[in-house]
Nanobody
């Protein structure tokens, strides 16, 4: 069992930056692909970014490419999402998740955090 806890969300003006963290306990994250997803009110949960176990392979949804960076520190059992040049449309609850197989579909992720709210004002 893996427990995931996100932190770092908050209110920021458009153009600003936030760094989300996802700390794991229960098992080492080094065996898992890690992903970030987000869900805005009345929207489905959508893929944001994913990273493989070593950190060598990363993938992003088009809308955040070049603005967001996913990274991981397996020694600290933590995954990060650096978000720059934030836009109002980035406003959502952000979730981290762990998967044995990775990918962009939420259904392939077995463990989820409780989410952290990111609000970007215009």
């Amino acid at each position: 069992q893996v427990q995931l806890v996100e932190s770092g969300g908050g209110l920021v003006q458009a153009g600003g930056s936030l760094r989300l963290s996802c700390a794991a306990s229960g098992r080492t994250l080094s065996n898992y692909y890690m992903g970030w997803f987000r869900q805005a009110p009345e929207n489905e949960r959508e893929f944001v970014a994913t990273i493989n176990w070593s950190g060598a392979s990363k993938s992003y949804t088009d809308s955040v490419q070049g603005r967001f960076t996913i990274s991981r520190d397996n020694a600290k059992n933590t995954v990060y999402l650096q978000m720059n040049s934030l836009k109002p449309e980035d406003t959502a609850v952000y979730y981290c998740a762990a998967s044995a197989i990775g990918g962009r579909r939420p259904g392939t992720y077995h463990y989820w955090g409780q989410g952290t709210q990111v609000t970007v004002s215009s």
